[in-house]
């Protein structure tokens, strides 16, 4: 299974492009800040995600800064690539003081 689900600030936003197959392409960079518990203790986890939209939701008003919720799976970035990169399937954005539901 290849599935995650990351709750993130969009940190940079590329101009709109095209797949090859000519399918909207928007990449993002998402800056993720959290706190985890891992083997008993807390552990400050911070990392920045390369991620990209494509399709219609490619089209989303997105600005840098929002902060969001998003799903998808990870893959590379190319062919000839080790970058890993999110392909967002799903995405909400998070509102200061809502309650997010589970996708």
Same mark, same amino acid.
């Given at each position: 299974?290849?599935?995650?689900? &990351?709750?993130?600030?969009?940190?940079?936003?590329?101009?709109?492009?095209?797949?090859?197959?000519?399918?909207?392409?928007?990449?993002? $960079?998402?800056?993720?800040?959290?706190? $985890?518990?891992?083997?008993?203790?807390?552990?400050?986890?911070?990392?920045?995600?390369?991620?990209?939209? &494509?399709?219609?939701?490619?089209?989303?008003?997105? @600005?840098?800064g929002d902060q969001i919720k998003a799903k998808g799976f990870l893959s590379r970035r190319s062919a000839k690539s080790t970058q890993v990169v999110m392909h967002i399937q799903e995405? $909400?954005? &998070?509102? @200061?003081? @809502?309650?997010?539901?589970?996708?």
């Open positions: 299974m290849n599935t995650l689900v &990351i709750a993130a600030t969009v940190q940079a936003i590329e101009p709109l492009g095209y797949t090859p197959a000519g399918l909207p392409l928007l990449r993002l $960079q998402l800056q993720h800040d959290s706190e $985890q518990l891992e083997a008993g203790l807390n552990r400050k986890v911070q990392c920045v995600l390369p991620a990209v939209l &494509i399709g219609e939701k490619a089209r989303l008003t997105l @600005q840098t995405i $909400q954005l &998070i509102q @200061q003081l @809502q309650i997010l539901k589970e996708f």
